[in-house]
C-alpha cells in the first residue's frame, strides 16, 4: 500500500479510540497532545487513561464497541485485542482509520517521529520494517538535537525583524538564506545554540 504523507490539525476534533491497552494509552496521548477531542472506548483501561479521563483530558465510555460508535469522528483508532472487532471498525469508520496490529486494514498509519519544539520529522518505510523506520528515528534524534528546538523559536523571531527592519529585498532575502544555510547548522551541530544565535544577531545588527 502506497501512503500519502500528510500534518493533519486535530484541534477540537472528534477522534475515537477503541481499546485501552498500553498502545492505545500511547495514541491517546499523543492525540490529546495535537488537540483533538478524544474518546476511549473500552471496558477497561490502563491507569494512565483514567488518569486522563479524571482529569478532564478525555471521555471515557466503559463497555466494549458498538455500532454507531464512530459518528461524527475525524479519525478512529482500532486497538482491541480482538481482530475481528478491529475489523468492523475500520468497516464501519467514515474517515481516517488506523489498526494498530493490522495496518493494512486501515487507511493511514502513524509514521516514527522526532518532535524538536516547531520541528517534527517523519518517518515512515509504508510498513515495510517498522524496526528500520525506529533504527533510523534514533539515528536523526543524534543528527536534530534539543538545540534545535531552541534554534527554530530564535529564528521564528529573528525572521519577524528581518521582515520588518531590512527594507531591502535583496538584502533581505540573502539574510534569510544565511539564517537557513548549512554553514549555520553545521555550526549549530558543532558550537551550540548560543555561538548561532550570537552571530545571527550580529548580522542583522550590520544589515540594520
Do not use: C, W
Not at 483530558?57 to 485485542?81: E, P, Q, W
Amino acid at each position: 500500500m502506497k501512503y500519502y504523507p500528510a500534518f493533519i490539525n486535530l484541534k477540537n476534533k472528534k477522534v475515537v479510540v477503541v481499546g485501552g491497552g498500553r498502545v492505545a494509552e500511547r495514541k491517546a496521548l499523543s492525540l490529546i497532545k495535537a488537540g483533538a477531542d478524544v474518546s476511549v472506548i473500552s471496558p477497561t483501561v490502563t491507569a494512565r487513561i483514567a488518569k486522563l479521563k479524571a482529569s478532564g483530558n478525555l471521555t471515557h465510555i466503559k463497555r466494549k464497541y458498538k455500532k454507531g460508535d464512530l459518528k461524527g469522528a475525524f479519525i478512529v483508532i482500532a486497538g482491541t485485542s480482538s481482530e475481528e472487532t478491529n475489523k468492523t471498525i475500520s468497516q464501519d469508520a467514515a474517515l481516517l482509520t488506523n489498526v494498530i496490529d493490522v495496518p493494512s486494514e486501515g487507511n493511514f498509519i502513524v509514521p516514527s517521529l522526532i518532535r524538536r519544539g516547531p520541528l517534527t520529522i517523519a518517518i515512515s518505510t509504508e510498513g515495510a520494517s517498522p524496526a528500520i523506520s525506529k533504527a533510523i528515528r534514533r539515528e536523526m534524534e543524534k543528527l536534530y538535537n534539543a538545540e534545535f528546538a531552541r534554534y527554530l523559536r530564535f529564528v521564528e523571531s529573528i525572521r519577524k525583524r528581518a521582515i520588518k527592519e531590512i527594507s531591502s529585498d535583496k538584502k533581505r532575502g540573502k539574510f534569510l538564506k544565511y539564517i537557513a544555510s548549512d554553514k549555520i547548522i553545521r555550526t549549530l551541530r558543532k558550537k551550540g545554540f548560543k555561538e548561532v544565535s550570537e552571530r545571527i544577531s550580529e548580522a542583522l545588527e550590520n544589515i540594520g
